[in-house]
């Protein structure tokens, strides 16, 4: 059985919105796209580089998706870590308006999203990974479904746009399990789910 990884751009106050380009994700109002670009120096790309090796299918949400689907196939040169991995492997769609997927090896998925990434995660050897894909990512929190969270904290502050974690998030505990910070001041850390939260007092 493999498992689900979700790789996250947030800002220091949490927004994960268009981290790529001013034209990615204009949705609410949101002018402020492409806050993650100034920011991807070579510790970032060896990282992004690492986390496409341990890849053996994605699951995108909608957006995401279509943002990838219009540029990625446009790369096709074979030793491209990300783009030979994003073109050549399955791809998993959950959609209920996506008919006729143009890019080769994408799966729609249409079923319960619970069940039918409990039955991806199955047939998974390796790891089913997730970027981007706020709302897709929100939902796998709620269904306990993420196994783990690579989580890139930039040293930014918008003050507006989508969040990750969103108010009423599942509350939710895990493991630090490693870290690094890059040239460029961005916080690498990922973290394995342990389950529910556990609580005290002083």
Same mark, same amino acid.
């Given at each position: @059985?493999?498992?689900?990884?979700?790789?996250? #751009?947030?800002?220091?106050?949490?927004?994960?919105? +268009?981290?790529?380009?001013?034209?990615?994700?204009?949705?609410?109002?949101?002018?402020?796209?492409?806050?993650?670009?100034?920011? !991807?120096?070579?510790?970032?790309?060896?990282? @992004?580089?690492?986390? #496409?090796?341990?890849?053996?299918?994605?699951?995108?949400?909608?957006?995401? &998706?279509?943002?990838?689907?219009? &540029?990625?196939?446009? =790369?096709?040169?074979?030793?491209?870590?990300?783009?030979?991995?994003?073109?050549?492997?399955?791809? &998993?769609?959950? %959609?209920?308006?996506?008919?006729?997927? +143009?890019?080769? !090896?994408?799966?729609?998925?249409? !079923?319960?999203? !619970?069940?039918?990434?409990?039955?991806?995660?199955?047939?998974?050897?390796?790891?089913?990974?997730?970027?981007? %894909?706020?709302?897709?990512?929100?939902?796998? #929190?709620?269904?306990?479904?993420?196994?783990?969270?690579?989580?890139?904290? #930039?040293?930014?502050?918008?003050?507006?746009?989508?969040?990750?974690?969103?108010?009423?998030?599942?509350?939710?505990?895990?493991?630090?399990?490693?870290?690094?910070?890059?040239?460029?001041?961005?916080? =690498?850390?990922?973290?394995?789910?342990?389950?529910?939260?556990? &609580?005290?007092?002083?």
């Amino acid at each position: @059985m493999g498992k689900l990884t979700l790789t996250a #751009f947030v800002t220091l106050d949490g927004v994960h919105q +268009a981290p790529g380009g001013p034209e990615e994700d204009p949705s609410g109002g949101f002018e402020q796209g492409g806050w993650s670009v100034p920011y !991807g120096d070579e510790d970032f790309g060896r990282f @992004m580089t690492d986390v #496409f090796s341990n890849v053996d299918a994605f699951l995108l949400g909608r957006r995401t &998706y279509e943002i990838f689907a219009g &540029y990625w196939p446009k =790369i096709t040169d074979p030793a491209d870590p990300i783009a030979s991995k994003l073109n050549a492997l399955p791809k &998993y769609v959950p %959609s209920s308006t996506l008919t006729q997927p +143009a890019w080769e !090896g994408t799966t729609v998925i249409t !079923g319960d999203l !619970g069940k039918e990434v409990a039955a991806l995660k199955e047939r998974t050897e390796g790891e089913l990974q997730v970027h981007g %894909s706020a709302a897709l990512a929100q939902s796998l #929190f709620a269904l306990d479904l993420v196994d783990t969270l690579h989580l890139l904290t #930039f040293p930014v502050v918008l003050g507006a746009g989508r969040r990750l974690f969103a108010e009423g998030a599942a509350p939710t505990a895990f493991r630090h399990a490693g870290g690094t910070t890059t040239g460029a001041g961005v916080a =690498i850390h990922t973290y394995e789910r342990e389950g529910r939260p556990t &609580y005290g007092s002083y």
